[in-house]
């Protein structure tokens, strides 16, 4: 059974930083493409980002709004994906999901998600 | 980028009713067009991929067409479970969301 468990998250004030990490379980991590999605509250859905497997060389892709202030990265051998944030905004607030692309393909259709983490940026 | 709009934001159904929900994309997507279901307080669900195809164990009540640049998802018979926010999202290049449709009582 596929798992995905997000931590990390809590509240940290405006400019502040914070690692979101994302425990993967139940399939081949290292075979995978992995994204994260986020959700402001009572907002929709907005994708954050998205990182290829080692293999295919890492690729990593941003959605604009979070370019240059957060990074993705994965460890294989933990089977862990991790989302690094710097420069926390009050528009960062949000529940943070990661999630599989389905067939382990770098086309981003999101089969499994994870419970979510909640990050509140505020003083 | 490209701009996901979905129509309506919000609609009032009842069990048994048809209900269907349009996502439209500013350019041609091909056919790269997602439909995922979520309900309050859960994480979204993958539903209809690649525009017509339904995911692995969802209901067959549920169904997806179209391509370029014009979308339809449908539920035939609505369920009480199936009232939740459907979004569609693309990833022609990036991905992209829609806004979400509410269907409720």
């Known amino acids: 059974e596929v798992q995905l468990v997000e931590s990390g998250g809590g509240l940290v004030r405006p400019g502040g930083s914070l690692r979101l990490s994302c425990a993967a379980s139940?399939?081949?991590?290292?075979?995978?493409?992995m994204s994260w999605v986020r959700q402001a509250p009572g907002k929709g859905l907005e994708w954050v980002g998205r990182?290829?497997?080692?293999?295919?060389?890492?690729?990593?892709d941003y959605a604009a709004p979070v370019q240059g202030r957060f990074t993705i990265s994965r460890d294989d051998s933990k089977n862990t994906l991790y989302l690094q944030m710097k420069s926390l905004r009050s528009e960062d607030t949000a529940v943070y999901y990661c999630?599989?692309?389905?067939?382990?393909?770098?086309?981003?259709?999101?089969?499994?998600w994870g419970q979510g983490t909640l990050v509140t940026v505020s003083s | 980028d490209i701009q996901m709009t979905q129509s309506p934001s919000s609609l009032s159904a009842s069990v048994g009713d048809r209900v269907t929900i349009t996502c439209q994309a500013s350019?041609?997507?091909?056919?790269?067009l997602n439909w995922y279901q979520q309900r309050p307080g859960k994480a979204p669900k993958l539903l209809i991929y690649?525009?017509?195809n339904l995911e692995t164990g969802v209901p067959s009540r549920f169904s997806g067409s179209g391509s370029g640049t014009h979308f339809t998802f449908t539920i035939s018979s609505l369920q009480p479970e199936d009232f939740a926010t459907y979004y569609c999202?693309?990833?022609?290049?990036?991905?992209?969301f829609g806004p979400g449709t509410k269907v409720d009582i």
């Open positions: 999630t599989t692309h389905r067939g382990y393909s770098w086309g981003s259709v999101f089969d499994y």
């Open positions: 139940g399939f081949i991590f290292s075979d995978a493409s």
């Open positions: 990182i290829k497997t080692t293999t295919d060389g890492g690729t990593i």
């Open positions: 350019q041609d997507i091909r056919n790269y």
């Open positions: 690649d525009a017509s």
């Open positions: 999202q693309e990833y022609d290049s990036l991905p992209f």
